[in-house]
């Protein structure tokens, strides 16, 4: 069952084509990896689905309804949850306030019900230590956990994931997958930006590769690496 | 087991509290103790605390700092004016009715300046302000540019001496400010707290994270709105008079307030309180020197931006370390540079 498509998406800034009528589909409950060279417009099109940017043609559907005209709070109300590749805490509230904006505003639970949650969302992303810190003051790797907190405190029904392992010790990436592994609704569906590959072909099932404005290969993970176009683009072997 | 400085804050709180129901004793008490000039004073006091309160709402928590929130002072007293002696409304009917006169002024006032950012937000809601003054001079029935008295009747419907009258005031202001004072204390541990401080911290991850700003600004707008018309209507009642000049006072609403607020500590609820006694406190003692004080005034809140842009609220946290203010507050100068929208 399908739970988000897009549909001849395509975004421009300015004379810049980042996407060009982009399509492919998400089904409930599926691991998606998106991988690309830097600058292909893989943030992008996270900004696209959470509704941050705009796009110029193309349209996005999501659990049925259309997105076209929906504002950011309206995609987070039906159950788009991400991740900022550059964390954008909310830098003056504690750890756990920002989480309580997510489980209150975008969850719409009580303040009293939010709190019992984002206990146990402190608890299993392994936050406590820091839960009572402004969030300004965190170092990166933390912020990193702190956007993954976030989103996870929204119980979204897709979780949009932009380079959280990046800079990562192969630890702190195990860490992180068991933090992934320990999320306990499988309905959930995630699309998982990330350049670390061994990192993400541990998780997902599904690698959408981006590059020129277009999906390039799209599949199992062992296929889409085996592919000649995606080996040209990483490993620069030429064999167009 | 507590530890020392739990415990030492445990006391610190346990006495203002107890400091606090004190005050509210004598407070409650004063009128048949204190001078009518004392009334008049304290009056002035609570209505100053109160437009404190919510310059302070809509600029140190939600990013809407205004120049011109006189408008709506005067919005009140017009409103007053025309409810109770114009249309001829029982006056306390018609003290109750501002507030809705200043929500509704409110809403237009914001879908004008919406699109306008942070600095010129603030100056669209000063322009909007002596445009309405303007138009207030105007008003046939409302005196013109001279303004008008509130005829006996109305002056005298909260009570017909100057003691019944001023004791009536001193109790409705101080309702009103402590009512702002504590509204502002639960609206920033409510949800909406939540929201007006992430906006305030990261807009696009607040949209992001569910938060309707497109909603919730002018909510918030309008709330204040009224709360300033009904202050606007309590100094009518004591100054009984208005005028364009002196209900939308741009000096008295607006400029003192923002002084008040700035020395007081800007983005606690503590801060407009001890702001506003402060004030109080300067001008009379430098009320022999003339316009002089305002300079005076100036060079304080400037100083205090410099080295304490918290204000004596964080100067107190500071020397105490007693949070009287949720951990943490962003200064009004970049609260304004940090603001975007999408
Ligand atoms: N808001 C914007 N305005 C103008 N140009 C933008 C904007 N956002 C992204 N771009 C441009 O679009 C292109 C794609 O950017 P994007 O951030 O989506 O790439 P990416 O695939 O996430 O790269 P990386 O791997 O470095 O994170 C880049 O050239 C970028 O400069
Ligand atoms: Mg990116």
């Not at chain 1, 929906?70 to 805490?89: E, N």
């Not at chain 2, 309707?212 to 100054?239: D, E, K, W, Y």
């Not at chain 2, 741009?250 to 500590?265: A, E, K, Q, R, S």
């Not at chain 2, 003692?285 to 100083?303: F, M, W």
């Amino acid at each position: 069952m399908t739970l988000l498509a897009i549909t001849g998406l395509t975004k421009r800034f300015g004379g810049l084509l980042v996407f060009d009528q982009l399509s492919f589909s998400l089904g409930r409950g599926e691991r998606l990896g998106v991988v690309g060279p830097n600058g292909a417009g893989k943030s992008t099109l996270f900004n696209l689905i959470s509704g941050v940017v705009a796009p110029n043609s193309g349209s996005i559907s999501f659990d049925g309804s259309d997105l076209k005209r929906s504002d950011a709070w309206t995609r987070c109300h039906l159950g788009i949850g991400r991740t900022f590749q550059i964390p954008k805490p909310f830098g003056d509230m504690t750890v756990f306030e920002n989480l309580m904006v997510a489980a209150t505003y975008g969850r719409g639970l009580s303040m009293r019900a939010a709190r019992a949650h984002c206990d146990d969302v402190i608890a299993q992303t392994r936050l406590s230590a820091k839960a009572a810190r402004p969030a300004g003051s965190l170092m990166l790797a933390d912020l990193k956990r702190l956007e993954l907190a976030r989103a996870l405190a929204l119980k979204p029904k897709l979780l949009l994931l932009d380079e959280i392992a990046g800079g990562l010790t192969t630890a702190e990436c195990d860490e992180l997958l068991s933090i992934l592994d320990s999320i306990q609704d499988q309905a959930i569906s995630v699309i998982w930006i990330e350049h670390v590959v061994a990192a993400l072909t541990r998780y997902v099932t599904r690698i959408l590769v981006l590059a020129q404005g277009r999906a390039i290969a799209d599949g199992s993970p062992s296929s889409v690496f085996a592919d000649p176009k995606v080996r040209t683009l990483y490993l620069g072997e030429d064999d167009a | 087991m507590m530890s020392a400085s739990d415990r030492l804050s445990h006391v610190l709180r346990t006495s203002i509290i107890a400091v606090a129901i004190a005050a509210l004793a004598l407070v409650v008490m004063w009128p048949m103790v204190g001078s009518l000039n004392s009334l008049r004073y304290l009056a002035e006091l609570f209505v100053l605390i109160g437009l404190a309160q919510m310059w302070n709402l809509l600029s140190g928590y939600a990013g809407m700092a205004t120049v011109g929130q006189h408008l709506f002072v005067g919005v009140g007293a017009y409103s007053f004016y025309g409810l109770a002696v114009l249309a001829g409304w029982p006056a306390p009917l018609a003290l109750l009715c501002t507030p809705v006169l200043g929500a509704m002024s409110a809403l237009p006032a914001f879908a004008m300046i919406v699109r306008l950012r942070t600095a010129y937000f603030a100056i669209g809601t000063w322009v909007l302000a002596e445009s309405v003054k303007i138009i207030a001079a105007k008003l046939p029935g409302f005196g013109h540019g001279l303004g008008a008295s509130l005829p006996v009747p109305v002056a005298t419907a909260f009570g017909s001496s100057s003691a019944t009258r001023l004791t009536a005031i001193f109790y409705l202001t101080f309702i009103t400010a402590t009512g702002l004072t504590l509204g502002m204390a639960v609206l920033m541990r409510s949800r909406i707290g939540l929201a007006l401080r992430a906006l305030r911290d990261q807009e696009s991850a607040a949209h992001v994270f569910g938060i309707n700003s497109r909603r919730l600004r002018p909510m918030i707008f309008a709330g204040v709105g009224a709360a300033l018309a009904l202050l606007g209507a309590l100094t009518t009642l004591q100054r009984l008079r208005i005028s364009p000049d002196t209900s939308f006072s741009l000096l008295d609403y607006t400029v003192n307030i923002i002084f008040i607020v700035i020395i007081g500590g800007i983005g606690s609820t503590a801060g407009p309180v001890i702001g506003a006694v402060i004030f109080i406190v300067l001008r009379e003692s430098l009320a022999n020197l003339g316009p002089i004080y305002l300079i005076i005034l100036g060079l304080v809140a400037i100083a205090m931006m410099l080295f304490e842009p918290k204000g004596v609220v964080g100067l107190i946290d500071r020397l105490a370390r007693l949070s009287l203010t949720i951990p943490f507050r962003r200064p009004i100068l970049s609260s304004l540079s940090n603001r975007k929208r999408t």
